[in-house]
């Protein structure tokens, strides 16, 4: 099947025609991201930094690029420049890092904050005791040039659908109950970043906003 067809095939499943598509093509060719692009997609997710650098210099600059994977501080340097949305802030220092980096640009960096909601030991992210922590804290208030614009999560890896819908529920819940709460200025929480191929129904059924997207348009990931 062709990056086309199976484009369309996905659209005309989602739950929420409104819900964003993330394409992921990490791993894959400029020339994947170009044909889609031709399409009409225009937001990509990778999540190795120096991969998206070297992309994003041969490839249209209308493009909004998501950095989707675990990121290491010392990498944000190099993508503060032109980074759409960071999908996987997982700690207060990187998100001052990301803070630090973007005010040297003179932007206002978007980011989600990754809840650790699998059941899994090795999945990153805040449980909510530390986002509670982080977000009654006094250093978030002097991070300006971010906007936390919503939630991230991955569910585990299981055929039981069951607990993945689960799982994306308790994140839309945690959503819903830090959106009654008095939250710093520099947060706005409208996205929910939730579903990949495997599950991104289940997770649109749990009012996701974006779905990241990789082997179900691009096909499998080589990694040699
Ligand atoms: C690779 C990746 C995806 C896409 O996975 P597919 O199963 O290929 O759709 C989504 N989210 C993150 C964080 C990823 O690393």
């Not at 210099?57 to 759409?84: S, T």
């Not at 650790?116 to 982080?134: N, P, R, V």
């Not at 906007?147 to 991230?152: A, E, F, Q, S, T």
């Amino acid at each position: 099947m062709s990056i086309k067809e199976n484009l369309h095939k996905i659209k005309n499943t989602f739950i929420n025609p409104n819900c964003k598509l993330i394409a992921v093509s990490k791993t894959h060719p400029s020339e994947s991201i170009q044909e889609a692009y031709d399409l009409g997609v225009r937001d990509f997710g990778e999540n190795k930094v120096q991969e998206l650098v070297e992309k994003a210099e041969k490839l249209p600059k209308d493009i909004r690029w998501h950095m989707i994977g675990h990121l290491q501080r010392n990498k944000v340097k190099y993508m503060a420049e032109f980074i759409y949305l960071v999908h996987g802030v997982d700690s207060l220092k990187l998100l001052k890092e990301i803070n630090k980096q973007a005010a040297k640009v003179s932007r206002t960096i978007n980011c989600l904050l990754q809840v650790h909601i699998a059941e899994e030991e090795s999945k990153f992210g805040f449980d909510e005791k530390e986002l509670l922590e982080l977000l009654q804290g006094e250093t978030i208030h002097e991070l300006q040039n971010v906007k936390v614009i919503g939630l991230m999560g991955m569910a585990t890896f299981t055929e039981n659908e069951e607990q993945v819908e689960k799982e994306f529920e308790g994140l839309k819940n945690l959503k819903n109950k830090l959106q009654q709460m008095d939250l710093p200025e520099n947060f706005d929480l409208q996205e929910l970043s939730m579903g990949m191929t495997g599950d991104y129904l289940l997770a649109q059924k749990q009012d996701s906003t974006m779905v990241r997207i990789g082997t179900a348009i691009f096909g499998e990931r080589d990694y040699n």
